[in-house]
């Protein structure tokens, strides 16, 4: 499964959170995934289950970078306004609606770091779940 290789748009929170939901649609299904393509003992000799694995993996390993591609580089971006507004801020000390612009900015970013630990949660179930079926099969690069 291809992640959505459009630009991320880290200005709006919600659309942000709903372009992560739709690249984790692997993580999400590796379950069934790997129920419809590992073979049981019955049926090992049908199946290329090394073969399986392997794109599996792939396809594993591609939509976890770019995830997190994603995520640092809206993190990165937000930390960049708020660096902005902060320093504005302090010229003008007096401005309630760049207050609220700042703390907006701020809760934002907060909210996107928060991402990188739901990240690693998802990520960590998802190797779980490979290791436990592809072990036997397939032997991932030492780089994991």
């Known amino acids: 499964?291809?992640?959505?290789?459009?630009?991320?748009?880290?200005?709006?929170?919600?659309?942000?959170?709903?372009?992560l939901r739709v690249m984790r649609t692997i993580d999400d299904r590796i379950v069934h995934e790997l129920n419809t393509t590992i073979p049981t003992a019955s049926f090992v000799g049908k199946i290329d289950a090394g073969q399986t694995c392997k794109e599996l993996y792939q396809s594993l390993m591609d939509a976890h970078t770019?995830?997190?591609?994603?995520?640092?580089?809206?993190i990165a971006q937000t930390s960049s306004v708020v660096k902005t507004l902060r320093e504005e801020r302090e010229k003008a000390q007096d401005d309630v609606a760049l207050l609220k612009q700042l703390r907006k900015e701020?809760?934002?970013l907060k909210l996107m770091q928060s991402e990188l630990n739901v990240e690693e949660v998802v990520n960590d179930r998802s190797w779980k779940v490979f290791n436990e079926r592809c072990r036997i099969h397939y032997k991932p690069p030492k780089s994991q």
Do not use: G, V
Request: net charge negative; with cysteine.
């Open 1 to 19: 499964m291809a992640a959505p290789s459009a630009a991320a748009s880290c200005e709006d929170f919600a659309e942000f959170q709903e372009l």
């Open 66 to 74: 770019s995830r997190e591609r994603i995520i640092k580089n809206c």
């Open 106 to 108: 701020q809760t934002k």
